[in-house]
């Protein structure tokens, strides 16, 4: 069965921390994502990458970086976490758009 | 550019009745339709797609989904519902054509709560 493993499902973090979060999937995808779920407002992309080392930014990137080192793992990074980051986020990959995206179990952080 | 409008946030339905799930969307060229499914505090499951062909497709758990391209639609359908459908539902829509990076876009999402 074809996998998005994202590390942590719960995440506390203080105000100015480094934060990483990191999603691994099994698929030998191509493309991986980083959307963030907030209520009322559904899934907004932040950062997106097509290829190892690539990186696109989303609709969102701001307050927010990215790594792909290995084609399997694509890293979120929160330079210096802020309370409007607190939020559910949502790593996916595909190699086809018409497969659709394989989504991770989330990870929800919570920054105080 | 396109969008999608999800029409209901909230539909609470009986157990073993039939429920709607309404998605409209608007592009300038042809697309593909998704909808996905939600369970509390897990990520996005595909129900079904749409990409070309027949106009309905069918789905997991029962679910079905009907492209109506005159009315910019893809509604999602069930006959009966079960205690475990209660999660939320997500429409989404990207561009058919190939070549570059194809934006993905998702409605806000509609809560489904099958009350016993």
């Known amino acids: 069965d074809v996998k998005v493993t994202q590390s942590s499902r719960y995440l506390v973090k203080r105000t100015g921390e480094k934060v990483f979060l990191e999603c691994v999937q099994d698929?030998?995808?191509?493309?991986m994502f980083w959307y963030r779920q907030d209520p009322g407002l559904g899934l907004r992309l932040i950062y997106f990458?097509?290829?190892?080392?690539?990186?696109e930014k989303g609709d969102i990137p701001e307050g927010y970086s990215v790594s792909r080192e290995k084609k399997e793992r694509f890293s979120l990074i929160l330079e210096s976490a802020s309370t409007n980051q607190t939020s559910m986020y949502l790593c996916a990959s595909h190699d086809d758009r018409g497969d659709g995206y394989t989504f991770g179990s989330g990870t929800r952080l919570t920054v105080v | 550019a396109q969008s999608v409008t999800q029409l209901d946030s909230q539909v609470p339905v009986f157990e073993e009745a039939p429920v709607e799930l309404r998605c409209n969307y608007s592009?300038?060229?042809?697309?593909?339709l998704f909808w996905y499914v939600q369970y509390p505090n897990q990520g996005l499951q595909l129900l079904l797609k749409y990409l070309s062909g027949s106009t309905l497709v069918k789905g997991i758990n029962g679910f079905e989904a009907e492209f109506n391209k005159s009315q910019t639609s893809f509604h999602l359908r069930k006959p009966s519902v079960h205690i475990s459908d209660t999660a939320e539902y997500f429409c989404?829509?990207?561009?058919?054509?190939?070549?570059?990076?194809?934006?993905?876009?998702f409605g806000i999402g509609t809560k489904l709560q099958v009350i016993p």
């Open positions: 990458s097509y290829d190892v080392k690539m990186k």
């Open positions: 698929m030998d995808h191509e493309n």
């Open positions: 592009s300038s060229v042809s697309v593909y």
């Open positions: 989404a829509v990207t561009p058919s054509h190939s070549g570059g990076y194809q934006k993905v876009t």
